[in-house]
């Protein structure tokens, strides 16, 4: 597609429910991340995808948060047991290659989740 | 670990005015990317303009311009005769020249009064 697409936009959860987020990137990015991004704060970096490989999972917050792209494009995000400390928002950026400051990311619009 | 700064939550400038928004960081990297990205209320970050580490020039693009100090570990934005599409979150970044995620300061927000 045209941008990395997100869905969906807004998702609310009741806390101990589980939930999945979407992100479809770019066609043919390789590389695939994921970032939270809480109320008044900037967006903190949760996971790297190389294709399908997770290079990097060091900025998930607990063992709660999954995240999987086993075809090398679409990803999901996985909650389980939502808390309300993980109401925020969820961004997901896609970029061409592999180290990318050269090329930059392309953000989608993320998905605000709210825990109530 | 590497540390971004923003000092200055709320900024406010009329149109066709001039603002700078401040950024300050902290490493022990001697080559690096920085970047500002524009957050408007749709949520989608947008790449503003990125200044590598290694070039002592600083990067202009159209009405966005950066003053890089990095002896004082400094890289602010100025915007020029400032529009009101311009009102939005503004975020300074920090990269690793040989990583990838980024680190983001805690944003400044900007509104362009008519």
């Known amino acids: 597609g045209a941008g990395v697409s997100q869905s969906p936009r807004y998702k609310v959860a009741k806390r101990g429910q589980d939930v999945a987020l979407r992100c479809d990137p770019i066609s043919g990015h390789v590389s695939l991340f994921w970032y939270q991004q809480a109320l008044g704060q900037g967006p903190e970096f949760l996971t790297y995808f190389q294709n399908e490989a997770q290079l990097d999972k060091s900025g998930l917050p607990s063992d709660r948060f999954f995240a999987e792209r086993p075809e090398g494009s679409v990803s999901t995000l996985k909650i389980q047991r939502t808390q309300k400390e993980d109401s925020a928002v969820y961004l997901c950026?896609?970029?061409?290659?592999?180290?990318?400051?050269?090329?930059?990311?392309?953000f989608g619009s993320g998905t605000r989740l709210t825990v109530v | 670990a590497q540390t971004v700064t923003q000092s200055q939550p709320e900024m406010s400038v009329q149109e066709a005015e001039t603002v700078t928004l401040s950024c300050t960081y902290d490493t022990s990297e001697s080559n690096y990317y920085l970047f500002w990205y524009k957050q408007p209320p749709s949520r989608q970050m947008i790449l503003v303009i990125r200044q590598e580490a290694y070039k002592q020039q600083n990067a202009t693009e159209n009405r966005f311009s950066v003053n890089f100090q990095k002896a004082a570990k400094s890289f602010s934005l100025k915007i020029s005769d400032s529009q009101l599409g311009d009102t939005a979150m503004y975020f300074c970044?920090?990269?690793?020249?040989?990583?990838?995620?980024?680190?983001f300061g805690k944003g400044t927000s900007l509104l362009v009064t008519p």
């Open positions: 970044a920090f990269m690793k020249n040989s990583g990838y995620a980024l680190n």
């Open positions: 950026a896609s970029s061409r290659t592999g180290f990318s400051p050269d090329y930059g990311y392309t």
